[in-house]
Protein backbone atom coordinates (compact mmCIF):
# COMPACT_ATOMS: atom_id res chain seq x y z
CA UNK A 1 0.00 0.00 0.00
CA UNK A 2 1.29 3.23 -0.63
CA UNK A 3 2.62 5.60 1.99
CA UNK A 4 0.83 8.81 3.20
CA UNK A 5 3.68 10.43 4.80
CA UNK A 6 7.16 10.91 4.16
CA UNK A 7 10.36 12.32 6.31
CA UNK A 8 12.91 13.64 4.18
CA UNK A 9 16.17 14.66 5.66
CA UNK A 10 17.89 17.54 4.46
CA UNK A 11 21.77 17.25 5.25
CA UNK A 12 23.30 20.79 4.89
CA UNK A 13 26.71 20.63 5.19
CA UNK A 14 30.20 21.77 4.49
CA UNK A 15 32.55 19.39 2.94
CA UNK A 16 36.23 20.21 1.53
CA UNK A 17 36.77 19.82 -2.45
CA UNK A 18 39.24 16.36 -2.85
CA UNK A 19 38.54 15.43 0.61
CA UNK A 20 37.00 12.29 -0.19
CA UNK A 21 37.28 10.46 2.87
CA UNK A 22 36.26 13.45 5.36
CA UNK A 23 33.12 13.62 3.24
CA UNK A 24 32.65 9.76 3.26
CA UNK A 25 32.89 10.64 7.18
CA UNK A 26 30.51 13.65 7.07
CA UNK A 27 28.10 11.81 4.72
CA UNK A 28 28.65 8.63 7.05
CA UNK A 29 27.78 11.18 10.55
CA UNK A 30 24.75 12.76 8.81
CA UNK A 31 22.87 9.32 8.04
CA UNK A 32 23.10 7.98 11.28
CA UNK A 33 21.68 10.99 12.42
CA UNK A 34 18.80 11.07 9.57
CA UNK A 35 18.10 7.82 11.00
CA UNK A 36 18.01 8.91 14.01
CA UNK A 37 15.49 11.05 13.76
CA UNK A 38 13.27 9.07 11.86
CA UNK A 39 13.80 9.85 8.23
CA UNK A 40 12.98 8.11 4.96
CA UNK A 41 15.32 9.32 3.25
CA UNK A 42 18.43 11.47 3.42
CA UNK A 43 19.26 14.04 0.99
CA UNK A 44 22.80 15.57 0.26
CA UNK A 45 24.35 18.38 -1.76
CA UNK A 46 25.65 17.99 -5.37
CA UNK A 47 29.19 16.45 -5.88
CA UNK A 48 29.14 15.82 -1.80
CA UNK A 49 32.01 13.26 -1.75
CA UNK A 50 34.36 14.70 -3.91
CA UNK A 51 33.43 18.15 -2.94
CA UNK A 52 31.79 21.50 -5.41
CA UNK A 53 33.38 23.02 -7.82
CA UNK A 54 35.90 20.20 -8.16
CA UNK A 55 37.13 21.70 -11.30
CA UNK A 56 39.83 20.01 -13.04
CA UNK A 57 40.20 17.25 -10.02
CA UNK A 58 37.15 15.52 -11.77
CA UNK A 59 39.06 14.36 -14.48
CA UNK A 60 41.65 12.43 -12.47
CA UNK A 61 40.61 8.94 -12.65
CA UNK A 62 41.59 8.04 -8.93
CA UNK A 63 39.57 11.03 -7.48
CA UNK A 64 36.88 9.36 -9.33
CA UNK A 65 37.29 5.58 -8.69
CA UNK A 66 37.49 6.61 -4.71
CA UNK A 67 34.90 8.45 -4.65
CA UNK A 68 32.61 4.66 -6.22
CA UNK A 69 34.21 2.89 -3.64
CA UNK A 70 33.10 5.77 -0.79
CA UNK A 71 29.58 5.30 -1.96
CA UNK A 72 29.72 1.26 -1.73
CA UNK A 73 30.64 1.22 1.93
CA UNK A 74 28.16 4.35 2.52
CA UNK A 75 25.54 2.15 0.64
CA UNK A 76 26.06 -0.19 3.22
CA UNK A 77 24.92 2.14 6.30
CA UNK A 78 21.39 2.03 4.53
CA UNK A 79 20.95 -2.02 5.33
CA UNK A 80 19.38 -0.95 8.56
CA UNK A 81 19.35 3.07 8.29
CA UNK A 82 16.92 5.43 6.18
CA UNK A 83 18.11 5.52 2.30
CA UNK A 84 20.12 8.13 1.01
CA UNK A 85 20.54 10.21 -2.01
CA UNK A 86 24.02 10.80 -2.55
CA UNK A 87 26.50 12.96 -5.01
CA UNK A 88 29.32 11.98 -6.52
CA UNK A 89 31.66 12.18 -9.39
CA UNK A 90 31.15 9.01 -11.60
CA UNK A 91 33.29 7.46 -14.41
CA UNK A 92 31.90 7.10 -17.88
CA UNK A 93 33.44 5.29 -21.19
CA UNK A 94 34.79 8.44 -22.93
CA UNK A 95 36.91 9.69 -20.44
CA UNK A 96 35.07 12.24 -18.72
CA UNK A 97 33.58 11.54 -15.52
CA UNK A 98 29.48 12.51 -15.02
CA UNK A 99 28.09 14.71 -11.79
CA UNK A 100 26.10 11.72 -10.64
CA UNK A 101 23.09 11.13 -7.58
CA UNK A 102 22.97 7.87 -6.53
CA UNK A 103 19.87 6.33 -4.47
CA UNK A 104 21.18 3.98 -1.91
CA UNK A 105 18.96 1.93 0.36
CA UNK A 106 19.12 -1.73 1.42
CA UNK A 107 22.53 -1.67 1.86
CA UNK A 108 23.04 -1.30 -1.54
CA UNK A 109 23.12 0.92 -4.77
CA UNK A 110 19.79 0.92 -6.37
CA UNK A 111 19.63 3.41 -8.97
CA UNK A 112 22.61 6.09 -10.30
CA UNK A 113 21.55 9.00 -12.68
CA UNK A 114 23.43 11.78 -14.11
CA UNK A 115 22.82 15.42 -14.43
CA UNK A 116 21.42 16.66 -18.02
CA UNK A 117 21.93 20.55 -18.33
CA UNK A 118 25.80 21.25 -17.61
CA UNK A 119 26.12 24.87 -16.70
CA UNK A 120 28.56 26.71 -18.48
CA UNK A 121 28.22 30.34 -17.44
CA UNK A 122 29.78 32.37 -14.99
CA UNK A 123 31.85 30.46 -12.42
CA UNK A 124 30.56 27.26 -14.22
CA UNK A 125 32.14 25.61 -16.76
CA UNK A 126 31.19 21.79 -16.35
CA UNK A 127 30.72 21.38 -20.13
CA UNK A 128 34.19 21.17 -20.39
CA UNK A 129 34.61 18.42 -17.25
CA UNK A 130 31.69 16.79 -17.35
CA UNK A 131 29.78 14.00 -20.14
CA UNK A 132 26.35 14.82 -19.68
CA UNK A 133 23.16 12.73 -18.57
CA UNK A 134 19.85 11.72 -20.44
CA UNK A 135 17.79 10.95 -17.94
CA UNK A 136 17.01 12.35 -14.90
CA UNK A 137 16.98 9.90 -11.82
CA UNK A 138 13.58 8.57 -10.97
CA UNK A 139 12.80 6.06 -7.87
CA UNK A 140 10.25 4.89 -5.76
CA UNK A 141 10.51 5.05 -1.94
CA UNK A 142 7.23 3.81 0.48
CA UNK A 143 5.49 3.57 -2.43
CA UNK A 144 6.03 7.27 -3.70
CA UNK A 145 7.67 7.95 -6.83
CA UNK A 146 10.22 10.44 -6.49
CA UNK A 147 12.27 12.63 -8.88
CA UNK A 148 15.58 14.15 -7.70
CA UNK A 149 16.85 16.53 -11.02
CA UNK A 150 20.73 17.80 -9.86
CA UNK A 151 20.83 21.19 -9.54
CA UNK A 152 20.73 23.15 -13.27
CA UNK A 153 17.92 20.36 -14.02
CA UNK A 154 15.78 22.69 -12.44
CA UNK A 155 16.38 25.68 -14.12
CA UNK A 156 15.12 25.02 -17.35
CA UNK A 157 11.39 22.93 -17.71
CA UNK A 158 13.04 19.90 -19.39
CA UNK A 159 13.86 17.49 -16.44
CA UNK A 160 11.07 18.43 -14.49
CA UNK A 161 8.89 17.73 -17.34
CA UNK A 162 10.21 14.40 -17.78
CA UNK A 163 10.34 13.40 -14.16
CA UNK A 164 6.46 14.77 -14.23
CA UNK A 165 5.61 12.55 -17.05
CA UNK A 166 7.43 9.40 -15.61
CA UNK A 167 4.89 9.58 -12.66
CA UNK A 168 7.17 11.75 -9.96
CA UNK A 169 4.82 12.70 -7.13
CA UNK A 170 7.68 15.03 -5.20
CA UNK A 171 11.17 16.74 -6.19
CA UNK A 172 14.09 16.57 -4.10
CA UNK A 173 16.98 18.39 -5.60
CA UNK A 174 20.51 18.57 -4.67
CA UNK A 175 22.62 21.96 -5.19
CA UNK A 176 26.06 23.33 -5.34
CA UNK A 177 24.45 27.00 -5.22
CA UNK A 178 27.10 29.92 -4.88
CA UNK A 179 26.52 32.68 -3.09
CA UNK A 180 25.59 36.06 -4.61
CA UNK A 181 23.64 39.19 -3.68
CA UNK A 182 20.84 37.96 -5.91
CA UNK A 183 20.58 34.16 -5.48
CA UNK A 184 18.13 33.90 -2.68
CA UNK A 185 15.44 35.48 -5.07
CA UNK A 186 16.66 34.06 -8.42
CA UNK A 187 16.50 30.15 -6.51
CA UNK A 188 13.16 30.88 -5.51
CA UNK A 189 11.98 32.28 -8.65
CA UNK A 190 13.36 29.42 -10.84
CA UNK A 191 11.39 26.94 -7.70
CA UNK A 192 8.01 28.15 -8.48
CA UNK A 193 8.53 28.20 -11.96
CA UNK A 194 9.26 24.10 -11.79
CA UNK A 195 6.65 23.69 -9.27
CA UNK A 196 4.00 25.79 -11.86
CA UNK A 197 4.92 24.01 -14.65
CA UNK A 198 4.59 20.39 -12.86
CA UNK A 199 2.42 21.22 -9.60
CA UNK A 200 5.17 18.81 -7.81
CA UNK A 201 6.60 20.43 -4.48
CA UNK A 202 10.29 20.75 -4.13
CA UNK A 203 12.59 20.43 -1.69
CA UNK A 204 16.14 21.74 -2.62
CA UNK A 205 19.22 21.41 -0.56
CA UNK A 206 22.33 23.67 -0.94
CA UNK A 207 25.76 23.13 0.70
CA UNK A 208 27.47 25.57 2.64
CA UNK A 209 31.22 26.92 3.22
CA UNK A 210 33.53 28.45 1.63
CA UNK A 211 35.68 26.93 -1.68
CA UNK A 212 38.46 29.09 -3.25
CA UNK A 213 36.92 32.20 -4.07
CA UNK A 214 33.20 30.84 -3.58
CA UNK A 215 31.14 30.73 -0.57
CA UNK A 216 27.96 28.61 -0.25
CA UNK A 217 25.43 30.05 1.79
CA UNK A 218 22.93 26.72 2.30
CA UNK A 219 19.75 28.36 2.39
CA UNK A 220 18.38 25.31 1.69
CA UNK A 221 14.03 25.55 1.43
CA UNK A 222 11.23 23.64 0.55
CA UNK A 223 7.64 24.77 -1.27
CA UNK A 224 4.54 23.42 -1.73
CA UNK A 225 2.92 22.09 -4.51
CA UNK A 226 0.81 25.48 -4.31
CA UNK A 227 4.08 27.33 -4.00
CA UNK A 228 4.00 28.23 -0.74
CA UNK A 229 7.28 28.13 1.30
CA UNK A 230 7.60 25.49 3.51
CA UNK A 231 10.89 25.25 4.74
CA UNK A 232 14.08 27.56 5.28
CA UNK A 233 17.32 26.23 6.50
CA UNK A 234 19.65 28.76 8.12
CA UNK A 235 22.16 30.56 5.59
CA UNK A 236 25.76 30.23 6.10
CA UNK A 237 25.45 27.07 8.92
CA UNK A 238 25.36 23.81 8.73
CA UNK A 239 22.09 22.36 10.19
CA UNK A 240 20.75 18.86 9.26
CA UNK A 241 16.77 18.97 9.62
CA UNK A 242 13.85 16.63 8.85
CA UNK A 243 10.76 18.08 7.05
CA UNK A 244 7.82 16.03 7.36
CA UNK A 245 5.32 15.45 4.62
CA UNK A 246 1.90 14.07 4.27
CA UNK A 247 -0.29 12.90 0.98
CA UNK A 248 -3.70 15.01 1.31
CA UNK A 249 -5.70 15.03 -1.52
CA UNK A 250 -3.40 12.68 -4.14
CA UNK A 251 -0.93 16.01 -3.43
CA UNK A 252 2.50 15.79 -1.53
CA UNK A 253 2.13 18.92 1.29
CA UNK A 254 4.62 19.38 3.72
CA UNK A 255 3.03 19.40 7.10
CA UNK A 256 6.10 20.05 9.66
CA UNK A 257 9.74 21.84 8.63
CA UNK A 258 12.17 24.54 10.21
CA UNK A 259 11.54 28.29 9.44
CA UNK A 260 14.78 29.99 9.94
CA UNK A 261 14.96 34.27 9.09
CA UNK A 262 17.56 35.35 6.83
CA UNK A 263 19.89 37.45 6.90
CA UNK A 264 19.55 40.34 4.36
CA UNK A 265 21.75 43.32 2.83
CA UNK A 266 25.21 44.12 4.63
CA UNK A 267 24.49 41.36 7.55
CA UNK A 268 24.00 38.75 4.81
CA UNK A 269 26.88 39.97 2.58
CA UNK A 270 29.09 40.13 6.20
CA UNK A 271 28.23 36.46 6.56
CA UNK A 272 29.57 35.99 3.77
CA UNK A 273 32.63 37.32 3.84
CA UNK A 274 33.32 36.08 7.55
CA UNK A 275 32.62 32.22 6.37
CA UNK A 276 34.18 32.17 3.35
CA UNK A 277 37.40 33.85 4.47
CA UNK A 278 36.99 31.12 7.86
CA UNK A 279 36.92 28.33 5.43
CA UNK A 280 39.91 29.57 3.15
CA UNK A 281 42.38 29.78 6.07
CA UNK A 282 41.14 26.68 7.30
CA UNK A 283 40.68 24.19 5.07
CA UNK A 284 44.35 25.65 3.33
CA UNK A 285 45.72 24.46 6.64
CA UNK A 286 46.97 27.83 8.22
CA UNK A 287 46.28 28.78 11.99
CA UNK A 288 45.86 32.17 11.54
CA UNK A 289 46.35 35.46 9.45
CA UNK A 290 48.16 38.68 9.71
CA UNK A 291 47.96 41.87 7.34
CA UNK A 292 49.01 45.15 7.40
CA UNK A 293 46.73 47.73 9.23
CA UNK A 294 47.05 51.42 7.89
CA UNK A 295 44.70 53.07 9.77
CA UNK A 296 42.22 53.51 6.61
CA UNK A 297 38.95 51.74 5.82
CA UNK A 298 39.81 49.08 3.87
CA UNK A 299 42.12 47.28 5.94
CA UNK A 300 40.29 48.43 9.34
CA UNK A 301 37.29 45.99 7.85
CA UNK A 302 39.77 43.35 6.64
CA UNK A 303 41.07 43.17 10.69
CA UNK A 304 37.36 43.07 11.57
CA UNK A 305 36.06 40.20 9.79
CA UNK A 306 39.39 38.34 10.26
CA UNK A 307 38.47 38.28 13.90
CA UNK A 308 35.08 37.55 13.81
CA UNK A 309 35.80 34.56 11.32
CA UNK A 310 39.15 33.08 13.50
CA UNK A 311 39.33 34.96 16.54
CA UNK A 312 41.55 37.91 18.18
CA UNK A 313 44.34 35.31 18.68
CA UNK A 314 44.25 34.35 15.41
CA UNK A 315 45.10 37.64 14.03
CA UNK A 316 48.10 39.85 13.68
CA UNK A 317 48.35 43.14 12.59
CA UNK A 318 51.42 44.82 11.17
CA UNK A 319 51.96 48.81 10.81
CA UNK A 320 54.76 49.60 8.60
CA UNK A 321 54.95 53.92 8.75
CA UNK A 322 57.05 55.82 6.38
CA UNK A 323 58.04 59.47 6.74
CA UNK A 324 54.51 60.02 5.33
CA UNK A 325 52.39 58.64 7.24
CA UNK A 326 49.94 60.87 9.67
CA UNK A 327 49.91 60.53 13.42
CA UNK A 328 46.17 60.11 12.54
CA UNK A 329 47.14 57.03 10.74
CA UNK A 330 49.30 55.73 13.63
CA UNK A 331 46.64 56.35 16.28
CA UNK A 332 43.58 55.04 13.77
CA UNK A 333 45.46 51.73 13.57
CA UNK A 334 46.30 51.49 16.97
CA UNK A 335 42.16 51.75 18.28
CA UNK A 336 41.18 49.22 15.74
CA UNK A 337 43.61 46.94 16.93
CA UNK A 338 42.72 47.67 20.32
CA UNK A 339 39.10 47.63 19.88
CA UNK A 340 39.17 44.04 18.46
CA UNK A 341 41.77 42.34 20.73
CA UNK A 342 44.08 42.03 18.20
CA UNK A 343 48.30 42.18 18.52
CA UNK A 344 49.44 45.25 16.67
CA UNK A 345 53.38 45.60 15.63
CA UNK A 346 54.93 48.86 14.22
CA UNK A 347 58.14 48.53 11.98
CA UNK A 348 59.18 51.61 10.03
CA UNK A 349 60.02 51.00 6.67
CA UNK A 350 62.26 53.91 6.67
CA UNK A 351 65.85 52.10 6.80
CA UNK A 352 64.65 49.99 3.50
CA UNK A 353 63.18 53.01 1.64
CA UNK A 354 66.44 54.97 2.41
CA UNK A 355 68.51 51.63 1.24
CA UNK A 356 66.21 51.73 -2.03
CA UNK A 357 67.01 55.39 -2.57
CA UNK A 358 70.69 54.76 -2.11
CA UNK A 359 70.66 52.19 -4.08
CA UNK A 360 69.23 54.15 -7.39
CA UNK A 361 70.01 57.19 -7.15
CA UNK A 362 72.67 57.16 -9.65
CA UNK A 363 70.15 55.45 -12.45
CA UNK A 364 67.97 57.87 -10.99
CA UNK A 365 69.92 61.16 -11.15
CA UNK A 366 68.42 63.93 -13.02
CA UNK A 367 64.80 62.60 -12.95
CA UNK A 368 61.93 63.83 -10.73
CA UNK A 369 60.51 61.92 -7.96
CA UNK A 370 57.40 60.54 -9.58
CA UNK A 371 54.74 57.41 -9.23
CA UNK A 372 57.91 55.22 -8.92
CA UNK A 373 58.79 56.09 -5.39
CA UNK A 374 55.69 55.68 -4.50
CA UNK A 375 55.38 52.23 -5.74
CA UNK A 376 59.00 51.56 -4.20
CA UNK A 377 57.12 51.88 -0.65
CA UNK A 378 54.23 49.90 -1.28
CA UNK A 379 56.99 47.20 -2.41
CA UNK A 380 59.05 46.99 0.56
CA UNK A 381 55.97 46.43 2.57
CA UNK A 382 54.71 43.47 0.31
CA UNK A 383 57.91 41.95 0.69
CA UNK A 384 58.14 42.96 4.78
CA UNK A 385 55.15 41.44 5.35
CA UNK A 386 55.50 38.54 3.38
CA UNK A 387 58.74 37.64 5.46
CA UNK A 388 56.58 37.75 8.61
CA UNK A 389 53.90 35.79 6.85
CA UNK A 390 56.86 33.14 6.13
CA UNK A 391 58.57 33.32 9.37
CA UNK A 392 55.14 32.84 11.38
CA UNK A 393 53.14 30.38 9.13
CA UNK A 394 50.33 32.70 8.84
CA UNK A 395 48.50 33.50 5.62
CA UNK A 396 48.80 37.23 4.22
CA UNK A 397 45.49 38.99 3.80
CA UNK A 398 45.83 41.34 1.05
CA UNK A 399 43.23 44.49 1.47
CA UNK A 400 42.24 46.03 -1.97
CA UNK A 401 38.57 46.80 -2.68
CA UNK A 402 36.86 46.31 -5.96
CA UNK A 403 37.31 50.12 -7.29
CA UNK A 404 41.02 49.73 -6.88
CA UNK A 405 41.18 46.48 -8.59
CA UNK A 406 39.12 47.70 -11.27
CA UNK A 407 41.12 50.89 -11.86
CA UNK A 408 44.75 49.89 -11.20
CA UNK A 409 44.86 51.64 -8.15
CA UNK A 410 47.02 49.02 -6.57
CA UNK A 411 51.00 48.20 -6.66
CA UNK A 412 52.10 44.72 -8.41
CA UNK A 413 54.36 43.16 -5.48
CA UNK A 414 53.50 45.67 -2.94
CA UNK A 415 49.67 46.25 -1.50
CA UNK A 416 48.80 43.41 -3.68
CA UNK A 417 50.66 40.61 -2.16
CA UNK A 418 48.81 38.05 -0.19
CA UNK A 419 47.00 34.99 -0.03
CA UNK A 420 43.67 36.03 0.04
CA UNK A 421 41.11 38.94 -0.34
CA UNK A 422 37.93 39.10 1.50
CA UNK A 423 37.40 42.73 -0.42
CA UNK A 424 37.99 41.89 -3.87
CA UNK A 425 34.39 41.81 -4.74
CA UNK A 426 33.17 44.83 -2.39
CA UNK A 427 33.33 48.27 -4.36
CA UNK A 428 34.76 51.33 -1.95
CA UNK A 429 31.02 52.09 -1.13
CA UNK A 430 29.84 48.79 -0.23
CA UNK A 431 32.97 48.55 1.98
CA UNK A 432 31.79 51.58 3.94
CA UNK A 433 28.28 50.27 3.86
CA UNK A 434 29.19 46.85 5.65
CA UNK A 435 31.80 48.78 7.97
CA UNK A 436 28.76 51.12 9.12
CA UNK A 437 26.30 47.52 9.64
CA UNK A 438 29.25 45.73 11.48
CA UNK A 439 29.83 48.74 13.74
CA UNK A 440 26.50 48.52 14.67
CA UNK A 441 25.65 45.34 15.72
CA UNK A 442 27.57 42.76 17.59
CA UNK A 443 28.35 39.33 16.04
CA UNK A 444 30.39 37.11 16.73
CA UNK A 445 31.13 37.59 19.94
CA UNK A 446 32.24 41.12 18.96
CA UNK A 447 31.69 44.65 20.34
CA UNK A 448 29.51 47.39 19.07
CA UNK A 449 31.72 49.83 16.82
CA UNK A 450 35.20 47.57 16.69
CA UNK A 451 36.10 50.67 13.91
CA UNK A 452 36.86 53.81 14.87
CA UNK A 453 34.53 56.24 13.91
CA UNK A 454 37.80 59.06 12.20
CA UNK A 455 38.22 56.06 9.95
CA UNK A 456 35.36 56.28 8.46
CA UNK A 457 35.25 59.83 7.91
CA UNK A 458 38.16 60.94 7.11
CA UNK A 459 39.68 61.39 3.25
CA UNK A 460 41.24 58.09 1.62
CA UNK A 461 44.27 58.39 0.88
CA UNK A 462 47.22 55.51 0.22
CA UNK A 463 49.96 58.21 2.19
CA UNK A 464 52.62 57.39 -0.51
CA UNK A 465 53.17 61.27 -0.67
CA UNK A 466 52.69 64.59 1.23
CA UNK A 467 48.85 65.61 1.55
CA UNK A 468 47.60 62.80 -0.59
CA UNK A 469 44.27 61.26 -1.25
CA UNK A 470 42.39 58.63 -3.49
CA UNK A 471 40.76 61.75 -5.06
CA UNK A 472 43.68 62.94 -6.53
CA UNK A 473 43.89 60.85 -8.66
CA UNK A 474 40.38 59.01 -9.27
CA UNK A 475 37.01 60.78 -9.24
CA UNK A 476 34.87 60.19 -6.14
CA UNK A 477 34.52 56.89 -5.13
CA UNK A 478 30.21 57.23 -5.25
CA UNK A 479 30.60 58.42 -9.00
CA UNK A 480 33.71 55.85 -9.72
CA UNK A 481 31.36 53.20 -8.50
CA UNK A 482 28.70 53.93 -10.55
CA UNK A 483 30.54 54.24 -13.94
CA UNK A 484 32.17 50.61 -12.83
CA UNK A 485 29.06 48.77 -12.08
CA UNK A 486 27.96 50.03 -15.57
CA UNK A 487 31.08 49.10 -17.14
CA UNK A 488 31.70 46.00 -15.41
CA UNK A 489 28.39 44.16 -13.56
CA UNK A 490 26.02 45.82 -16.60
CA UNK A 491 28.69 45.61 -19.52
CA UNK A 492 27.30 48.98 -20.70
CA UNK A 493 27.89 51.36 -23.49
CA UNK A 494 29.18 54.54 -22.68
CA UNK A 495 26.38 56.64 -23.66
CA UNK A 496 24.35 54.41 -21.67
CA UNK A 497 26.60 55.72 -18.69
CA UNK A 498 26.53 59.08 -19.75
CA UNK A 499 23.29 59.25 -19.79
CA UNK A 500 22.67 58.47 -16.51
CA UNK A 501 24.61 61.72 -15.65
CA UNK A 502 28.37 61.13 -15.76
CA UNK A 503 30.60 63.46 -17.49
CA UNK A 504 32.08 62.21 -20.83
CA UNK A 505 35.66 62.57 -20.17
CA UNK A 506 35.23 60.79 -17.11
CA UNK A 507 33.44 57.60 -18.29
CA UNK A 508 35.78 57.48 -21.13
CA UNK A 509 38.88 58.02 -18.68
CA UNK A 510 37.24 55.00 -15.95
CA UNK A 511 37.15 52.83 -19.02
CA UNK A 512 40.40 53.18 -20.28
CA UNK A 513 41.67 52.42 -16.53
CA UNK A 514 39.78 49.68 -16.31
CA UNK A 515 41.08 48.03 -19.54
CA UNK A 516 44.34 48.46 -19.00
CA UNK A 517 44.89 46.90 -15.35
CA UNK A 518 43.77 43.20 -16.53
CA UNK A 519 47.76 42.36 -16.10
CA UNK A 520 47.09 43.58 -12.58
CA UNK A 521 44.24 41.55 -11.71
CA UNK A 522 45.67 38.39 -13.26
CA UNK A 523 48.22 38.41 -11.08
CA UNK A 524 46.19 39.47 -7.81
CA UNK A 525 45.21 37.06 -4.67
CA UNK A 526 41.80 35.72 -4.86
CA UNK A 527 38.75 36.71 -3.04
CA UNK A 528 36.05 36.10 -2.14
CA UNK A 529 32.45 36.41 -4.73
CA UNK A 530 30.01 38.54 -3.45
CA UNK A 531 28.40 40.16 -6.43
CA UNK A 532 26.88 39.14 -9.72
CA UNK A 533 30.60 39.31 -12.16
CA UNK A 534 33.72 39.04 -9.99
CA UNK A 535 36.75 39.73 -11.78
CA UNK A 536 38.63 36.34 -12.33
CA UNK A 537 35.87 33.71 -12.07
CA UNK A 538 33.04 35.74 -13.64
CA UNK A 539 34.76 38.43 -16.02
CA UNK A 540 37.76 37.19 -17.93
CA UNK A 541 38.91 39.98 -20.63
CA UNK A 542 42.50 39.11 -22.60
CA UNK A 543 45.47 41.11 -20.96
CA UNK A 544 46.16 42.92 -24.77
CA UNK A 545 42.75 44.54 -25.55
CA UNK A 546 42.56 46.69 -28.33
CA UNK A 547 38.98 47.66 -28.05
CA UNK A 548 37.60 51.04 -26.34
CA UNK A 549 34.13 51.92 -26.57
CA UNK A 550 33.56 55.80 -27.19
CA UNK A 551 30.94 58.36 -26.17
CA UNK A 552 29.01 59.62 -29.38
CA UNK A 553 29.89 63.14 -29.29
Not at 16 to 30: C, F, H, P, Q, S
Request: hydrophobic share 40%; glycine share 10%; aromatic share 8%.
Amino acid sequence: MPADSLAIACVQANPKVGDITGNEALARDALGRASNLGADVALFSELFLIGYPPEDLALKPAAVRQCVAALERLAGQTTRGCAALVTLAWPHEDGRPRNAIAYLAGGEIRDVAFKIDLPNYGVFDEKRIFAPGDRPLLFELKGAKIGAPVCEDIWGSGPCAQLKSGGAEILLVPNGSPYRRTADDERWAVARDRVAETGLPIVYVNQVGGQDELVFDGASFAVQADGEVAMRLPMFEEALAVCSWEKQAGVWRCVEAPMATWPTGPEEVYRAMVLGLRDYVRKSGFEGVLLGLSGGVDSALSLVVARDALGADAVRAFMLPSRYTSSESLEDAAACASANGVALAQISIAPAVGAFDAMLAEEFVGRAPDLTEENIQARIRGVTLMALSNKFGLMLLTTGNKSEMAVGYATLYGDMCGGFNVLKDLYKVDVYDICRWRNANAVYGGKINPIPERILTKAPSAELRHDQTDQDSLPPYEELDAILHGLVEQEATLDEIVARGHAADTVERVQNLLYSSEYKRRQAAPGLKIGGKAFGRDRRYPLVNGFRDKVSR
